[in-house]
């Protein structure tokens, strides 16, 4: 079961998505060692956006996967300053955040939900044109690379994204928005 969740109404489910978050970011190719007070603590960027969205995928009460994203406007400046750096129009952009699915839940569909739950939520937004989101980079012959690691660029290619050259610190994915 999946919940549309907007800007404030996010705060209701953060003990949650920091838990998953810290689950899935665990694994390659995140390598994330988080704490539950820096997540609490980061995920009110998104409480703080009226407009930020989270879309949550639920197994009866416990949550298994989400989605996030906000106008990069509204994100840290960690996140925003590759883009200011590349001279984008950061009004007219939303951040795809994180999607995260446990495992017992991937290749079930999710991946392209997540996507058409996002590009929904930043159709309707005033002034968007365009969506971003970063992936994280490993050597290939990084030591903690499982043998039957399979990057996601194909998932991401096929759901109409491209690499977008130039941009430091992420390997930035870009997707114009249709009407």
Same mark, same amino acid.
């Given at each position: 079961?999946?919940? !549309?969740?907007?800007?404030?109404?996010?705060?209701?489910?953060?003990?949650?998505?920091?838990?998953? !978050?810290?689950?899935? /970011?665990?694994? $390659?190719?995140?390598?994330? =060692?988080?704490?539950?007070?820096?997540?609490?603590?980061?995920?009110?960027?998104?409480?703080?956006?009226?407009?930020? %969205?989270? $879309?949550?995928? /639920?197994?009866?009460?416990?949550?298994?996967?989400?989605?996030?994203?906000?106008?990069?406007?509204?994100?840290?400046?960690?996140?925003?300053?590759?883009?200011? =750096?590349?001279?984008?129009?950061?009004?007219?952009?939303?951040? %795809?955040? +994180?999607?995260?699915?446990?495992?017992?839940?991937?290749?079930?569909?999710?991946?392209?939900?997540? $996507?058409?739950?996002?590009?929904?939520?930043?159709?309707?937004?005033?002034?968007? +044109? +365009?969506?971003? /989101?970063?992936?994280?980079?490993?050597?290939?012959?990084?030591?903690?690379?499982?043998?039957?690691?399979?990057?996601?660029?194909? $998932?991401?290619?096929?759901?109409?994204?491209?690499?977008? =050259?130039?941009?430091?610190?992420?390997?930035?994915?870009?997707? !114009?928005?249709?009407?």
């Amino acid at each position: 079961m999946g919940k !549309r969740f907007i800007g404030q109404e996010i705060e209701e489910v953060i003990p949650q998505l920091a838990k998953l !978050r810290i689950q899935v /970011f665990r694994d $390659f190719p995140y390598l994330y =060692e988080g704490s539950l007070e820096y997540e609490k603590e980061y995920l009110k960027t998104y409480t703080n956006s009226k407009q930020s %969205f989270l $879309f949550a995928v /639920f197994d009866g009460d416990k949550m298994v996967g989400a989605t996030t994203c906000i106008p990069l406007l509204d994100e840290t400046e960690e996140v925003i300053l590759p883009f200011r =750096e590349s001279k984008l129009p950061l009004e007219k952009i939303v951040y %795809f955040g +994180e999607s995260i699915l446990l495992k017992p839940y991937r290749g079930l569909g999710y991946g392209k939900r997540f $996507f058409q739950e996002r590009e929904a939520h930043a159709k309707s937004l005033q002034g968007i +044109e +365009e969506v971003y /989101f970063c992936g994280v980079r490993r050597p290939e012959n990084h030591p903690l690379r499982p043998a039957d690691y399979q990057p996601l660029d194909p $998932f991401w290619l096929s759901q109409g994204y491209k690499k977008k =050259e130039g941009l430091v610190d992420c390997t930035p994915k870009v997707g !114009r928005l249709k009407n």
